[in-house]
């Protein structure tokens, strides 16, 4: 379905415009249903914090969603030119999205998010990347603060830390890659896979369906072959993005650069977590692609 969406985009050649919003519109709902649902007390409590989740069922889905849009609305509101109406109306849902990100407490969508922001903030000019690097800092800062195992154990790799899980996780993937180098284990497999796999010390988690990598994870599904598609596939994309910000302007440009800072945090936000095999996540990755060849191939 992802791949039939890429090509009714690039048949039917809606207008970018449009489809930005309306990709804008479906994040704030789940941010104002998240916010709602937050003030209420409702989410998932964890680690010392409570967590966002809004329409989802698990709060790094949440962000995961949230994290590739919020940099969309950061660049039309900071880059575009807009009515003070419409560029506040940006700069709103922006903030909006980047709260949910932030009281998701996932911190790969931090990271990823920081990520794009400074992308964003680096053709926005010298005040606002000063002006985001020093707000980052201030964040980090406040976030350090709290006693929370949430936060406190960001940097805790000692057995049964979500990190040292993590790299136990990785071990393994890598063992079942060296099994399976060519064609992967399968699509959805990975799930049945992993406990041939799993470490000793990872066995507090043997239930996992991805490796929380987006390398890793396309490698062990679909094998080399599908690792060498994801490269190929990011390798054009920049380089569209490339051509439409060096040789366009106005909305076409902020357009780009959002679509871009999208891109820049799936694969950050991706280095640790899910970043394609979600159906939300592989429509929006196809959106992307799509949006930024009309923008790369304008019709005749």
């Known amino acids: 379905e992802p791949l039939l969406f890429m090509g009714l985009i690039v048949a039917v050649r809606p207008k970018v415009k449009w489809m930005l919003q309306a990709l804008l519109a479906g994040g704030l709902i789940v941010a104002l249903a998240g916010a709602v649902q937050y003030a209420l007390r409702h989410g998932i409590q964890a680690e010392g914090v409570l967590r966002m989740v809004g329409v989802y069922r698990s709060p790094d889905n949440f962000a995961l969603f949230l994290g590739r849009v919020a940099p969309v609305a950061a660049a039309l509101a900071l880059l575009a030119p807009l009515r003070p109406a419409w560029r506040a109306a940006y700069a709103g849902a ?20 920081a990520a794009a922001l400074l992308f ?3 053709f926005a000019g010298r005040r606002w990347l000063v002006a985001m690097l020093a707000g980052g800092v201030v964040a980090g800062g406040a976030l350090a603060s709290l006693q929370a195992k949430r936060i406190q154990s960001i940097f805790q790799f000692t057995p049964g830390s979500t990190g040292f899980s993590r790299l136990e996780l990785w071990r393994a993937t890598v063992s079942m890659i060296h099994d399976h ?21 990872a066995r507090n988690e043997p239930d996992l369906s991805h490796p929380h990598d987006l390398l890793l994870d396309f490698w062990s599904r679909i094998g080399i072959f599908g690792l060498a598609s994801l ?3 990011e390798v054009v994309f920049f380089r569209m993005a490339a ?15 959002g679509l871009a800072a999208s891109m820049v ?17 592989s429509l929006v990755f196809w959106f992307t692609l799509g949006l930024m060849h009309l923008l790369a191939e304008p019709a005749p």
């Open 94 to 113: 922006a903030a909006l999205m980047l709260l949910g990100v932030l009281l998701s407490f996932t911190r790969g969508a931090w990271l990823g998010d």
């Open 120 to 122: 964003v903030a680096a």
């Open 181 to 201: 180098p060519l064609f992967g284990v399968g699509l959805d497999n990975f799930l049945y896979q992993y406990p041939r796999y799993i470490l000793e010390q």
């Open 231 to 233: 490269v190929w596939l």
């Open 243 to 257: 051509k439409v910000i060096g040789c366009s302007s106005g909305f076409e440009r902020a357009a780009a650069i």
């Open 265 to 281: 945090d799936c694969l950050v936000h991706g280095l640790v977590d899910n970043s394609y095999f979600l159906i939300d996540l």
